[in-house]
T-cell receptor, first 112, second 112 residues
């Protein structure tokens, strides 16, 4: 089946640094979603993207829908300790309704 | 408070003993879904439902059953659990096909 490839798998950064991560697919997606999962909790939706080239912000987080429609990017500016967690990209393969696949995640660690 | 509630949070059972994990949402969402999360494999969709009495298989449906008799409830049934179904399970719901899922807090299942 289709896969979403996230990179990097993990990041160790200093508080205050900016973070970039990405998600790629061999197929076109019409929607890109970014989630964050804290330890012991379910994933929480951060940003939803619906149009190629779209750039959307949520506080210090900014995500972009790649123009090829095969990738998406998430940036976090001025990281803080509570940014620690696992970030997932997700999308509906073939534009399917209800079927949502996830990347394997980028684990972010922030050193105070 | 808008939420997805799943029970139990923790469950230890023996091989072959039928079990049901309940899931309920109070947001009047049409879409509901079950995922399992395993180290190194990420979140994988088991089943999803587009509305009452409408369900479809995700990527890993083998060994699971679901039903959607009411809009708010979407139970996950393991007729004959096996140790390879030991995992962290999440129920989720969504207002639309590409709106992104809201996740419950998870059920950690151990099958011995």
């Amino acid at each position: 089946g289709q896969q979403l490839n996230q990179s990097p798998q993990s990041m160790f950064i200093q508080e205050g640094e900016d973070v970039s991560m990405n998600c790629t697919s061999s197929s076109i997606f019409n929607t890109w979603l970014w989630y964050k999962q804290d330890p012991g909790e379910g994933p929480v939706l951060l940003i939803a993207l619906y149009k190629a080239g779209e750039l959307t912000s949520n506080g210090r987080l900014t995500a972009q829908f790649g123009i090829t429609r095969k990738d998406s990017f998430l940036n976090i500016s001025a990281s803080i300790p509570s940014d620690v967690g696992i970030y997932f990209c997700a999308g509906p393969p073939g534009g399917s309704q209800g079927n949502l696949i996830f990347g394997k995640g980028t684990k972010l660690s922030v050193k105070p | 408070e808008a939420q997805v509630t799943q029970n139990p949070r923790y469950l230890i059972t023996v091989t072959g003993k039928k079990l049901t994990v309940t899931c309920s949402q109070n947001m009047n969402h049409e879409y509901m879904s079950w995922y399992r999360q395993d180290p190194g494999l990420g979140l994988r969709q088991i089943y999803y439902s587009m509305n009452v009495e409408v369900t479809d298989k995700g990527d890993v449906p083998e060994g699971y059953k679901v039903s959607r008799k009411e809009k708010r409830n979407f139970p996950l049934i393991l007729e004959s659990p096996s140790p390879n179904q030991t995992s962290l399970y999440f129920c989720a719901s969504s207002s639309g096909p590409w709106a992104g899922y809201t996740f419950g807090s998870g059920t950690r299942l151990t099958v011995v």
